[in-house]
């Protein structure tokens, strides 16, 4: 019995260490999370990120940045590469905005990875497609800007360990230029992390759950922000201020407004796109230019209960096929985005089905998201496919040996596809995912010029204040090619952050 009560009172005693232990743990992770207002595991998996504490925002900036996703954290690296002290402010608990969404990739001409694989391209001709993709509504000096740039801004990402190398084809294009992670995973999550990586390099705090509210004039200029930080108000005084809030596709309130259309479609944004940017600048006197130019995605995942969630464009141009309720191709799958939509929306059922083989599963990791969410079916032959998604056996299987003989001659006869045919659809087992057209892009916002300045409906530029990405426009037009999103975010980006420093020396 004694020995009994000594052991006992030894597992006491240890289970009190072990407490203790717990404890000190939890304590640690306090302290972490005080110095690191928070953290959050990205969706591919690749760290933890952490966050500025509050405690330290300090009174003044050269530069502050308001939003944190791609053009956000690129114009913060940029501005401190010049020698600015920057300050992020994220009104979400974590970084990235629409920015993790994105799975295509960057467009970009006369690159070096395009000439180290054989792929000739010029900027004219980018520029010539994506005006003509823009049905000639772009702003000729912003795209002239964008595309002429394009090239550098690759080989600036690849110096700060970003690297876009593995090359596609987007809808509408000539040519392959569509820049990718070489693992074929999506571009977002990729750029987000590389992004946030020299973010941490160089030091630059970046303030989450911190709603802008307002953006201070002084003597005509930006001269800071009004932010609430955590449910604390402060005042943030800079000597230049960056706009990278985003677009507005996530606030239907907004977008039925303007296009009344759009009335119950899905969004692929995340939830944070609601516009506020737009809204902050106005009240300065900024001008705004082709708002009612919302973009509809042709290929987004929208089964009941299930969150919206967008199949990339890049996926058809790496050999995949759109067929019909009838288990047939209905149009040319590298169509510009609004013309692919609208022929899904024609379709009596409305919806299509995205459909491809291992061979091209094996080569876009992207598609492992797509797996993980539930979105594929999948079956070991063609047949037995079409019985999966509820087809004609006969049609598809008629459809896909079809493909197979336009992919080895080169020619399409039914479509005039001549993009995106490099690959047949030979290997099992074989993936469907059924899509229909949802909210993805707003083309319109703060009016600006190729120095990223944001102007008054005179023309004028309101000093101290730039803007970048997707809370612009005029870039795009009446529609956005595949790719050109990421295009815009890491060249403007780049410019805003470099303008906004050289005006604060």
Same mark, same amino acid.
């Given at each position: 019995m004694?020995?009994? !009560?000594?052991?006992?009172?030894? %597992?006491a005693? #240890?289970?009190?260490?072990? %407490?203790?232990?717990c404890g000190?743990?939890?304590?640690k992770?306090?302290?972490?999370?005080?110095?690191? !207002?928070?953290?959050?595991e990205?969706? !591919?998996g690749?760290?933890?990120?952490?966050?500025t504490?509050?405690?330290? *925002?300090k009174d003044?900036y050269?530069v502050?940045? $308001?939003g944190?996703?791609?053009?956000g #954290?690129?114009?913060?690296?940029?501005?401190?590469?010049?020698?600015?002290s920057?300050?992020?402010?994220?009104?979400?608990?974590?970084?990235?905005?629409?920015?993790?969404k994105s799975?295509?990739?960057?467009n970009?001409?006369?690159?070096?990875?395009?000439?180290?694989q054989?792929?000739? &391209?010029?900027?004219?001709?980018?520029?010539?497609?994506?005006?003509?993709?823009g049905?000639?509504t772009?702003d000729?000096?912003?795209?002239?800007?964008?595309?002429?740039?394009?090239?550098? +801004?690759?080989?600036?990402?690849?110096s700060?360990?970003?690297? *876009?190398? &593995?090359?596609?084809?987007?809808?509408?294009?000539?040519?392959?230029?569509?820049?990718?992670?070489?693992?074929?995973s999506?571009?977002?999550?990729?750029?987000?992390?590389?992004?946030?990586?020299?973010l941490?390099?160089?030091?630059i705090?970046?303030?989450?759950?911190?709603?802008?509210t307002?953006?201070?004039?002084?003597?005509?200029?930006a001269?800071?922000?009004?932010?609430?930080?955590?449910?604390?108000?402060?005042?943030?005084?800079?000597?230049?201020?960056?706009?990278?809030?985003?677009?507005?596709?996530?606030n239907?309130? #907004?977008?039925?407004?303007l296009?009344?259309?759009?009335?119950?479609?899905?969004?692929?944004?995340?939830?944070?796109?609601?516009g506020d940017?737009?809204?902050?600048?106005?009240?300065?006197?900024a001008?705004?230019?082709? %708002?009612?130019q919302?973009?509809?995605?042709?290929?987004v995942?929208?089964?009941?209960?299930?969150?919206?969630?967008l199949?990339?464009?890049? $996926?058809?141009?790496?050999g995949a096929?759109?067929?019909?309720?009838?288990?047939?191709?209905?149009?040319?799958?590298?169509?510009?985005?609004?013309?692919v939509s609208?022929?899904?929306?024609?379709?009596?059922e409305?919806?299509a089905?995205?459909?491809?083989d291992?061979? *091209?599963?094996?080569?876009?990791?992207?598609?492992?998201?797509?797996e993980?969410?539930?979105m594929t079916?999948?079956?070991?032959?063609?047949e037995?496919?079409a019985?999966?998604?509820g087809? !004609?056996e006969?049609?598809?299987k008629?459809?896909?040996?079809?493909?197979?003989?336009?992919?080895?001659?080169k020619?399409?006869?039914e479509?005039?596809?001549?993009t995106?045919?490099?690959?047949d659809?030979s290997?099992?087992p074989?993936?469907a995912?059924?899509?229909?057209?949802?909210?993805?892009?707003?083309m319109?916002? *703060?009016?600006?010029?190729?120095?990223?300045?944001?102007?008054?409906? &005179?023309?004028?530029?309101?000093?101290g %204040?730039? +803007?970048?990405?997707?809370?612009?426009?005029?870039?795009?037009?009446?529609?956005?090619?595949?790719?050109?999103?990421?295009?815009? $975010?890491?060249?403007?980006?780049r410019?805003a952050?470099?303008q906004? +420093?050289?005006?604060v020396?």
């Amino acid at each position: 019995m004694k020995k009994k !009560s000594i052991w006992l009172a030894f %597992l006491a005693a #240890m289970f009190t260490v072990l %407490l203790v232990a717990c404890g000190s743990k939890t304590a640690k992770e306090s302290e972490t999370s005080s110095t690191s !207002s928070s953290s959050e595991e990205v969706v !591919s998996g690749a760290s933890v990120k952490e966050y500025t504490d509050p405690k330290e *925002l300090k009174d003044s900036y050269d530069v502050v940045v $308001i939003g944190s996703g791609g053009a956000g #954290m690129t114009a913060a690296i940029a501005a401190k590469q010049a020698g600015a002290s920057v300050a992020i402010f994220e009104k979400m608990p974590v970084i990235g905005g629409n920015t993790t969404k994105s799975s295509g990739g960057m467009n970009a001409s006369e690159t070096k990875f395009q000439k180290e694989q054989g792929i000739e &391209d010029t900027n004219d001709l980018f520029y010539e497609e994506s005006l003509k993709g823009g049905k000639g509504t772009n702003d000729p000096e912003l795209l002239r800007y964008m595309v002429d740039n394009s090239a550098e +801004a690759i080989d600036w990402l690849d110096s700060i360990g970003i690297t *876009l190398s &593995d090359i596609s084809f987007s809808g509408g294009f000539s040519v392959a230029r569509i820049h990718r992670p070489a693992d074929g995973s999506a571009v977002g999550g990729y750029l987000v992390d590389g992004l946030y990586n020299n973010l941490m390099e160089n030091e630059i705090p970046i303030f989450v759950n911190s709603d802008v509210t307002e953006i201070i004039e002084k003597d005509g200029a930006a001269a800071g922000v009004k932010v609430t930080v955590e449910s604390k108000k402060k005042t943030v005084s800079a000597k230049a201020v960056v706009d990278a809030a985003g677009g507005f596709g996530a606030n239907m309130e #907004m977008i039925t407004k303007l296009k009344p259309e759009l009335d119950g479609y899905v969004t692929t944004n995340q939830e944070g796109a609601t516009g506020d940017g737009i809204a902050l600048a106005q009240k300065l006197g900024a001008a705004t230019v082709q %708002l009612d130019q919302i973009q509809i995605h042709p290929t987004v995942y929208q089964e009941k209960g299930k969150e919206p969630f967008l199949v990339s464009e890049a $996926i058809r141009g790496e050999g995949a096929i759109l067929v019909n309720a009838q288990g047939k191709r209905f149009y040319n799958e590298m169509e510009t985005r609004d013309n692919v939509s609208a022929a899904i929306n024609a379709l009596p059922e409305g919806y299509a089905y995205v459909v491809f083989d291992q061979d *091209l599963r094996e080569h876009s990791k992207s598609i492992d998201t797509y797996e993980e969410k539930g979105m594929t079916v999948k079956a070991d032959t063609i047949e037995e496919l079409a019985k999966e998604i509820g087809v !004609s056996e006969e049609n598809l299987k008629a459809t896909v040996e079809s493909w197979n003989k336009y992919v080895a001659d080169k020619n399409d006869t039914e479509f005039g596809r001549n993009t995106g045919m490099d690959r047949d659809m030979s290997k099992a087992p074989y993936y469907a995912i059924k899509v229909s057209p949802g909210i993805h892009h707003t083309m319109g916002g *703060l009016k600006i010029n190729t120095n990223t300045e944001v102007l008054k409906e &005179d023309g004028s530029a309101i000093p101290g %204040l730039f +803007a970048a990405g997707e809370v612009t426009g005029g870039v795009h037009g009446s529609n956005r090619m595949g790719g050109n999103a990421v295009a815009d $975010i890491v060249i403007f980006g780049r410019q805003a952050g470099t303008q906004a +420093a050289a005006y604060v020396k």
